[in-house]
């Protein structure tokens, strides 16, 4: 997977929307990351791990867009909860992968 060029961001963040920037060792690169509403495992949105260069080297991230304010799940794989975070109205939330914790 090719990385992000400068500049290729545009986030779709707005009333009642947000958006959630998770930051990955550089191991996962080109995996799939998922994400679900806490109270809606079922309904699950995913984007790719990708390179993004910045003015200090580069760093892992996934970034996923215009999600409904409210508390994520985030999943290690298929079956198993990560972590839950709070993607806020209008804002960005951020979460930090575990090192020692491997993807599917």
């Known amino acids: 997977m090719a990385p992000s060029g400068q500049g290729t961001v545009v986030l779709n963040i707005g009333a009642g929307i947000g958006a959630l920037v998770i930051h990955t060792p550089g191991r996962l690169h080109g995996h799939e990351i998922e994400v679900s509403p806490v109270n809606d495992p079922a309904h699950r949105t995913h984007a790719a791990v ?12 996934v970034v996923i867009d215009s999600l409904p304010a409210g508390r994520y799940t985030v999943w290690q794989d298929p079956v198993t ?3 839950e975070v709070d993607v806020p ?4 939330a951020e979460f930090s992968w575990p090192a020692e914790v491997a993807a599917a």
């Open 50 to 61: 990708r390179a993004r260069y910045v003015r200090s080297g580069v760093i892992w991230s």
């Open 89 to 92: 109205d209008a804002g960005v």
């Open 81 to 83: 909860a990560l972590a």
